[in-house]
């Protein structure tokens, strides 16, 4: 399944999955950075299409590599709140935790990025629990996706994950992709096409503000 799924919006309408727009604008958003070398290649591609994105950065890889991280603040992009170690809220049975870990991490892009408006989240895998989000929404938009490019899937092909993006994309999408190590083989091929295919039916990229 690459789109999501239109039940999952109406049993999770506090969530965001899509931007209401008629404009053709698509909103891309990257998961799992910053890692050396890969979310430079995605900065590099989108600056080629002079696209905006937001990246849902995880707070122990801000903490490894902060040059990254600072790199993708200075190209002018969205920051979003990914948990500190990329927790799976369905396996965290301690509330607290769970918190404290998107703390930590909020901690580490706090340092680097500043918003006037409410912080970005979104939960890793996209699976959190009620009780979870719940208490974020006061300080939280909680950000989901309307496309899964499943690009962390080494098996998928290439051709076909971006082929099965394009289908699913439109004006509102918002694209999920991973500037990850895991990622990069289907990354590396399908997004510069990606851009170039949809900057060719007028499309702009924009970040989630």
């Not at 989240?121 to 989000?133: D, L, M, N, S, T």
């Not at 300080?139 to 690009?151: A, E, G, Q």
């Not at 994950?161 to 500037?179: P, T, W």
């Not at 990850?180 to 900057?199: I, M, P």
Request: aromatic share 14%; with cysteine.
């Amino acid at each position: 399944m690459v789109k999501t799924p239109k039940i999952l919006p109406l049993i999770y309408p506090h969530f965001e999955w899509e931007v209401k727009t008629d404009e053709k604008k698509i909103f891309l958003t990257f998961d799992d950075g910053p890692i050396p070398e890969i979310t430079d290649f995605v900065l590099e591609t989108l600056a080629e299409f002079n696209a905006r994105a937001t990246f849902f950065s995880i707070g122990d890889n801000i903490r490894k590599h902060p040059e990254v991280f600072q790199k993708v603040i200075a190209r002018g992009h969205s920051i979003g709140n990914h948990t500190f170690n990329h927790l799976n809220g369905w396996k965290t049975d301690n509330n607290e935790i769970y918190w404290d870990n998107i703390r930590q991490c909020q901690e580490y892009i706090d340092q680097y990025y500043s918003r006037d408006r409410k912080k970005l989240f979104r939960p890793p895998y996209g699976r959190v629990k009620r009780r979870q989000a719940a208490p974020l929404l006061d300080d939280y938009r909680i950000i989901m996706w309307s496309v899964l490019t499943k690009d962390y899937n080494a098996e998928l092909n290439e051709q076909t994950c971006l082929s099965k993006s394009i289908r699913a994309a439109g004006s509102g999408s918002i694209v999920l992709f991973h500037d990850s190590l895991k990622a990069s083989k289907n990354l590396f091929y399908v997004l510069q096409r990606f851009l170039s295919e949809f900057a060719g039916r007028g499309f702009v990229f924009e970040g989630i503000d």
